[in-house]
């Protein structure tokens, strides 16, 4: 149910300039209730208030308006489905990066009607830190990636569950073979001095172990079932290393390849740059950055320390590295590598090609 809005008094309204009839709108958006602020040009307040956050309230109240507008709104859990439900409506709607808005967090006075106000301010002076915002198919594939991420990482626990009850009981196994289903049939049946409970307790751990490791492969099969998507992964499979999984996280993840300028930006989005602090002419580099995308930080990484094994190209790289001494800076430097090809591919969409190296021209003795 929509609140009563409060609106400006009428004489501020023939004020307005009636070639600019634009309105700038900030939304504070929460699980349950969303506030908006409307704005002119010259920054005076139209109307503001809050509704419910249900589609059919939002649907309602952006038909209800009769002045073309932009708007704004903080990215957080709950933003996405406000956003695809608003943009049809308006002329221009963005998501702000939420680090970057110091204008709202480090406010004295914070509340739901100033924190709209602020963006609707953001969005008038074009000093809204906007961020990129995937299509909702992406981000629908997305969400099924991470969630195979989720059920991957339950599946190890599972497993190191069950090399931690037959430890705590004495029994010996072999550790290569523990999780092969043959194996571990047998090994209960000769399980000697194990306590039924914890036999029983290894039987529940090895169900979940199958049911997750069979959600997990069909979450990948769904994956690869949109064309689009599975054309993509294909060409970024070309390069050596990179493997379905590695392909599917920098495609869902990256989106538009076409939005990173170059490679720096591209990693430092996948969260392999240092942090960088510069003034008075000093510049200072410190651990690698926090604000990144974690799970193509995690993909890569993992990527970097098998992929010298299927690229000869990687595999100078990290030899080159590792000579200095530091094994972790050198499977870095083969994930920044791995970036600068997936770009390259991504970009052109073309297959991967190694480029022979360029020939310098000697001079001839007199």
């Known amino acids: 149910m929509l609140r009563p809005a409060k609106k400006a008094p009428a004489q501020k309204a023939h004020q307005e300039n009636p070639m600019n009839n634009l309105h700038y709108i900030g939304f504070d958006v929460h699980k349950k209730t969303i506030s908006f602020c409307v704005k002119t040009a010259a920054g005076e307040i139209v109307e503001e208030g809050s509704m419910l956050a249900r589609r059919a309230e939002v649907r309602q109240w952006a038909g209800a308006r009769s002045q073309p507008w932009q708007g704004a709104m903080e990215a957080t859990l709950f933003s996405g489905w406000i956003y695809d439900t608003l943009k049809p409506y308006g002329e221009q709607l963005e998501m702000a990066h939420p680090a970057k808005m110091k204008a709202i967090s480090a406010g004295k006075k914070k509340s739901d009607t100033l924190d ?59 550790k290569e073979k523990l999780h092969r289903k043959k194996y571990f049939a047998t090994l209960l049946e000769e399980l000697e001095e194990v306590p039924p409970s914890v036999i029983d307790l290894l039987r529940l751990s090895r169900g979940a172990l199958e049911m997750f490791e069979s959600t997990q492969k069909r979450l990948v099969r769904e994956l690869l079932a949109d064309p689009e998507l599975t ?117 052109s969409a073309q297959a991967f090609q190694v480029r022979a190296p360029l020939e310098v021209p000697t001079q001839k003795a007199a």
């Open 116 to 174: 709209a106000r602020t963006i609707a301010d953001l969005v008038r002076c074009n000093l809204l830190p906007a961020c990129y915002v995937a299509p909702p198919r992406i981000r629908e594939l997305r969400r099924l990636l991470r969630y195979r991420s989720l059920v991957v990482s339950e599946a190890v626990r599972m497993k190191n569950k069950m090399a931690g009850l037959l430890m705590e009981t004495g029994a010996l196994y072999v």
């Open 231 to 347: 054309q993509r992964v294909e060409r970024l499979m070309t390069i050596p290393a990179v493997g379905e999984i590695t392909a599917l996280t920098w495609a869902l993840e990256v989106g538009d390849p076409q939005r990173f300028r170059c490679n720096s930006d591209a990693m430092s989005y996948c969260g392999l740059t240092a942090a960088l602090k510069s003034s008075a002419g000093k510049q200072q580099r410190g651990p690698i950055s926090k604000q990144r995308n974690r799970w193509l930080q995690t993909t890569l990484i993992e990527a970097a320390k098998l992929a010298p094994r299927w690229n000869p190209q990687l595999a100078a790289l990290h030899a080159r590295e590792l000579e200095r001494g530091h094994r972790n800076r050198a499977t870095l430097a083969v994930a920044r590598k791995l970036v600068a090809y997936l770009l390259a591919v991504d970009k």
